[in-house]
């Protein structure tokens, strides 16, 4: 196994660097699938450390590079991946580094993620003869923006030439503390569906609804047997969810109108579970509502799918972290309900999605993702790197 004392030594000389990158990220950031300036800047990042076959523009605003080890030894190919998109969030920090894009923000930390895959890149073009194989650099735009930026990068052949073994990905947790780093095996993120069903009922006077088909009464009735679908007919060992958000129909107190548009979004980590929570969707509104006499349509999305993590990987990403930060300090995570696009990658590659806690209670980094003053111990950079490092380096020299 490669010596996490001597990668840890060069990860610390690294992170003066890796800060001022993330920082120059944070004050620059830019909407899914528009990160012109960010690619623009990993590119010149990577020229520099003369990263072979540099390729841009891959789903819009992805960029690739490959880094091969001159050790002799088996010549294994894995992906890593992060990804570049900030949110459309006006940051309410007042730090040196804060957004200078107003209304657009790094709330997620991927500035972090980014800056920690242009780390080891940094780190790998420095010690080529120490590990055989190639690590292909992944720089992926707009995971908050469904249908995003991965599917983009692997029907673009971002897994072939050279054909892809393995993939890891990771995300900052400030909801952990730093210095834990987050495994799991199996499901660790749900699939993330949505729903729009419009009813088409018959307005008229409130006062008079018999002569009206009332879409807002069989609107509330939908909303209520949707319920039952989870507590019903999901597999009370399963775990789904469904959640109507939105509900949208009329104007005036005494007019009763003509339709009503209910949207919400579907949280699940099977694919029966999914074909089930669908079905089970579209015939309850489509029956409620022609029991009561109106008609509907239902338009069912179907989001990112569920991240599964490969077993072997996650168990090497968890000696990976164990050596980063130590043993206790690696959780088992059960699955959550939040999605993620890097579930496109597992869903071709085996590969593990780990991630690295990023909250300090004592500095004020406290604010959860997507929160305007959301910010990163950058100390969690460290970890995130020399998990990583070791990670990769481990799997490229077993067998
Ligand atoms: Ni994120």
Avoid at 20 to 26: K, T
Avoid at 136 to 155: D, H, S, T, V
Avoid at 216 to 222: E, L
Wanted: a negative charge; charged letters at 20%; hydrophobic letters at 40%.
């Amino acid at each position: 196994m490669p010596q996490v004392d001597s990668i840890r030594q060069d990860v610390d000389e690294l992170m003066p660097g890796l800060v001022a990158d993330r920082r120059h990220l944070h004050e620059h950031p830019e909407l899914g699938f528009q990160e012109f300036e960010t690619a623009a800047f990993v590119k010149d990042r990577l020229e520099q450390l003369g990263v072979e076959d540099i390729r841009t523009g891959i789903g819009v605003t992805g960029v690739t590079g490959l880094i091969t080890g001159t050790k002799p030894g088996s010549a294994k190919n894995i992906l890593v991946r992060a990804d570049m998109d900030a949110l459309p969030i006006h940051e309410e920090n007042q730090v040196e580094y804060k957004s200078q894009n107003p209304g657009v923000m790094h709330a997620c930390g991927h500035d972090a993620h980014t800056a920690i895959l242009l780390g080891l890149a940094r780190y790998l073009s420095d010690h080529k003869d120490d590990f055989s194989g190639t690590v292909k650099l992944c720089f992926q735009p707009a995971e908050e923006l469904p249908p995003g930026g991965a599917q983009a990068m692997i029907k673009e052949g971002v897994l072939n030439d050279p054909p892809i073994e393995a993939v890891f990905g990771l995300h900052m947790a400030n909801n952990d503390p730093v210095g834990k780093i987050i495994v799991g095996s199996g499901p660790v993120m749900a699939a993330a569906d949505g729903y729009t069903i419009t009813i088409h009922g018959k307005g008229g006077h409130g006062a008079y609804p018999h002569g009206c088909i009332d879409p807002v009464a069989i609107g509330a009735q939908i909303v209520v047997a949707l319920q039952s679908i989870v507590s019903r007919n999901v597999d009370p060992m399963d775990a789904a969810v469904v959640s109507n958000c939105v509900f949208q129909s009329g104007e005036a107190f005494n007019v009763i109108p003509d339709t009503a548009v209910l949207k919400g979004t579907v949280r699940t980590f099977k694919l029966e579970t999914r074909d089930l929570m669908e079905e089970r969707i579209t015939k309850v509104a489509t029956d409620i509502a022609e029991a009561m006499g109106a008609t509907v349509t239902v338009d069912y999305v179907r989001g990112y799918p569920p991240t599964i993590n490969d077993e072997a990987m996650t168990e090497l990403a968890r000696e990976a972290g164990a050596a980063a930060v130590g043993a206790e300090n690696v959780i088992s995570r059960p699955p959550a309900m939040g999605a993620e696009d890097f579930s496109y990658f597992l869903e071709e590659k085996p590969g593990s999605y780990f991630f690295v806690g990023s909250k300090n209670e004592e500095k004020g980094f406290i604010w959860g993702h997507h929160h305007p003053k959301f910010d990163i111990d950058e100390e969690s950079m460290g970890h995130g790197l020399t998990a990583m490092a070791m990670g990769v380096l481990t799997y490229l020299e077993r067998e």
